[in-house]
């Protein structure tokens, strides 16, 4: 990392040196994803109309790439021949990576050599992150730019690097389908994940079965707010759209142009509620449904009898046509059982093929789409789901649930996409702030993307290398608007290019963000909707001798907190914040960025609400799920509530499937007259809150006592609460026993996994 500071003094000092100079900019090289070596050189490359271009035919795509950048972005016009001031595209066949790239630039040069034209473009891309942001949006002036000498090697560390797109909940024009992949192939992405089919709306054009697109292309209305709003609202608009096949042609084609590969994805057999909804024969009971108005898991799944079949091979046929891509992805996720469990095709496949259940009916269905897909010579992907009943035979796992799928599959040999909901989930909110725009639940900070690493710590170096990779998923319930896709998708994408192109070592969280206060300039050029959490505050409670101290920081250097415990908002009056801030009462703390001159981010509000717990000792009989484990159990004492709307802020704690005993030690006889806690309740996220909580305590090792069984209340709400009131209890530890809820029954999103429980602070006055 010191590395990485001098070479942005000594970049500075460049820039000042060709500032005195009129008619030439320099710019810094803080390049996202981070390149595995770079290294800069005495000098500037003059750009100009005096460049040529000179390239051995295998890198025209990418010198062409380059050379209508350049036209379309400034007045400076390459040319095509040799000579001096030269930007030349070489072959280096012994480039063991097709996908790397080394860039050499010299006062006389720019030299990029490539084994095949996937490195090139990688180098055109990491050039034109050397070029001024005005280049990105045509309005560069000059004639003449001085590029910093340097060089650069570079190659991914994972061969999928991907991001998804639901364009089911909500319809993206083509448009904005291609600037997406614009993006992508700026951050050296190189698979779009198109998420095309699902029960809101089917959005492929298939010819042989029209009504997928008159009717499963569009729904009748639309949920508005959350879904856990009571009572749930709707637009009462028509809603829909789908890609023609003319479209989808074209838009594989120009993804083609940018080295990404277009893996599409046609669920089945759950998520399929739009198709039924077309050809009602496509379910089990045959009636008549909806195209979904609203999100969540349906019953209405493809039977498996043979006529779906046959309409799932004539639509694969059509998807195969579309797409060259070596994979097609069939879902598998989300199929609720209960109509397989009462229909009398699917009980007489499970007879005939000897299925003991109907998860080995899952795999007969999987395996069965997986043979077919073989035979035209592709590969499937499939949710982790694919896992339960045995996996089919050369499929690869998109392990979405944490990562136990991950491992399980690795373990047999089967390759793997990492996309935890914990890290990859981009449909989660990034921010705690109030102001967010509603988002479908959970917390994924930039820094928990950054810190993602895809290979999973329970394999041995041979098992990781069936981890192809891993993705940003996009689901879109809550995202109605392209700008607010942009504003979900960035700048989380950029911490995941870093994860799957960029090596583990060279990964700094800080550096990073320095960099990404800086591609923010060109998201701005670009006209891209960013999500701008850099000048945020964020704080934690912490115990030192004894004391309670509230501590303040920001990411970006250079700039002031300010805050206030008066309640009032925080000014450029306001005390600037030195050190941690002594805390002996509850306080609101009030605080935010400024520059010199001005306010830069949004208000961080915290309240701490001072009680006998905290700073006390807490044990825990398991530790918190490694995705949920928030701030620690001592966060479940540091009196800070958890967020309302997100479950997986800091303050709530997640354990899937215990049952809990905590225990908090006051260390002396203490007098307790209450003690409350909440319980995050989203059950549409497999969230359930115990009925019933025991609470044991004792005031020494001789007295103990046991209080009845006491009721969590609000077990319909989305925050479910508990409380018990005592008249001066003398306790010198108490014990909370809190059951988990137990399988999540049939009928609800998640139904026959285990439930997890969400808590936040033990409240104890
Ligand atoms: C998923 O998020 N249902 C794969
Ligand atoms: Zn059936």
Redesign the pocket.
């Known amino acids: 990392m010191q590395f990485t500071k001098l070479l942005s003094v000594f970049v500075l000092l460049c820039a000042t040196i060709s500032c005195s100079q009129k008619s030439k900019k320099t710019v810094a090289p803080k390049i996202i994803p981070i390149p595995l070596k770079q290294e800069l050189a005495k000098g500037q490359f003059m750009l100009s109309s005096n460049t040529e271009l000179h390239y051995a035919e295998t890198f025209k795509v990418s010198a062409q790439f380059l050379k209508s950048y350049i036209a379309n972005s400034s007045q400076i016009k390459l040319k095509d021949s040799n000579g001096e001031n030269t930007i030349l595209f070489i072959r280096d066949t012994l480039l063991s990576n097709k996908e790397e790239y080394n860039i050499d630039i010299t006062p006389k040069n720019i030299k990029i050599t490539a084994a095949t034209n996937n490195g090139a473009f990688y180098a055109v891309q990491t050039l034109r992150q050397l070029l001024p942001l005005s280049f990105e949006n045509g309005t560069e002036k000059e004639d003449r730019i001085a590029i910093q000498c340097l060089k650069i090697e570079d190659k991914p560390q994972f061969v999928y690097r991907g991001m998804h797109l639901d364009v089911g909940r909500h319809f993206f024009s083509t448009k904005f389908i291609k600037q997406y992949i614009d993006a992508l192939a700026m951050l050296k992405m190189n698979t779009f994940h198109w998420h095309l089919t699902e029960d809101q709306g089917w959005r492929i054009e298939i010819k042989k079965y029209p009504k997928l697109n008159k009717i499963a292309a569009y729904r009748d209305e639309t949920l508005i707010g959350h879904y856990n709003d009571e009572p749930q609202e709707f637009d009462g608009k028509k809603y829909g759209g789908y890609y023609s096949q003319e479209e989808i042609k074209d838009i594989v084609k120009y993804a083609q142009e940018r080295h990404i590969t277009i893996i599409p994805e046609i669920e089945m057999p759950g ?1 399929s509620q739009a198709a039924i909804a077309a050809y009602p024969h496509l379910g089990c009971s045959g009636k008549q449904v909806e195209v979904a108005t609203k999100w969540g898991v349906f019953e209405d799944i493809y039977c498996s009898k043979d006529d779906t079949f046959n309409f799932i091979e004539d639509v694969l046929d059509e998807v195969v046509e579309l797409f060259p891509s070596q994979y097609i992805h069939i ?1 598998g ?2 199929a609720p059982k209960t109509r397989w469990k009462t229909c009398s095709d699917c009980q007489h496949r499970m007879q005939t093929e000897g299925l003991k259940d109907e998860h080995e009916l899952q795999s007969y269905f999987i395996s069965r789409v997986e043979s077919y897909l073989n035979s035209k010579g592709r590969q499937i992907i499939g ?1 982790d789901e694919i896992l339960e009943g045995g996996l089919a035979p050369n499929a690869t796992v ?1 392990s ?1 649930r944490g990562t136990d799928g991950a491992v399980a599959a690795a373990k047999q040999k089967h390759n793997v996409i990492n ?1 935890p ?1 914990s890290h990859c ?1 981009f449909d989660y909110y990034q921010s705690t702030n109030k102001d967010e725009p509603t988002a479908i639940g959970g917390f994924l900070p930039l820094e928990k993307v950054y810190s993602f690493n895809p290979i999973p710590e329970e394999l041995t170096t041979e098992e990781s290398q069936y981890i192809l990779g891993a993705q940003g ?1 996009v ?1 879109t319930e809550y995202m109605p608007t392209e700008a607010q896709v942009e504003y979900m998708v960035f700048p989380r994408i950029l911490a995941m290019s870093e994860v799957v192109w960029s090596k583990n070592e060279n990964k700094d969280y800080n550096d990073f963000i320095s960099r990404v206060e800086n591609f923010n300039k060109r998201l701005d050029t670009l006209g891209i909707n960013y999500a701008n959490h850099l000048y945020e505050v964020e704080g934690e409670l912490f115990t030192k001798n004894e004391k309670q101290n509230y501590a303040l920081k920001t990411l970006t250097k250079g700039k002031d907190i300010r805050y206030t415990l008066d309640g009032n908002e925080p000014t450029l009056n306001s005390k600037k914040y030195k050190g941690p801030i002594p805390i002996f009462e509850s306080k609101t703390i009030k605080a935010a960025v400024f520059n010199q001159k001005k306010k830069l981010g949004l208000t961080f509000i915290e309240t701490i609400n001072y009680h006998k717990a905290i700073g006390k000792k807490i044990t825990l009989n398991v530790a918190p799920n490694k995705t949920y484990s928030g701030s620690g159990k001592e966060g479940m004492i540091n009196g800070i509530n958890g967020s309302n709307e997100r479950f997986g802020d800091k303050e709530w704690l997640g354990f899937w499937g215990d049952d809990l005993e905590i225990t908090i030690d006051f260390g002396e006889i203490t007098k307790i007259n209450a003690i409350e806690t909440r319980f995050y309740n989203a059950n549409g996220q497999w969230l359930y809150s115990p009925k019933k909580i025991n609470i044991d305590f004792s005031q020494d090792c001789n007295v103990k006592g046991k209080l009845p069984s006491i009721e969590v209340k609000n077990r319909d709400s989305i925050i479910s609460t508990f409380n018990t009131t005592f008249k001066n209890l003398s306790a010198s530890k108490v014990i909370l026993r809190i059951p988990n809820y137990g399988i999540i029954p049939e009928g609800f999103q998640g139904a026959g996994n285990k439930a997890w429980t969400f808590i936040d602070e033990i409240i104890v006055k």
């Open positions: 998520h879902g996720d989300e949710w998109m979405w996309t909901t989930y998923n689901w």
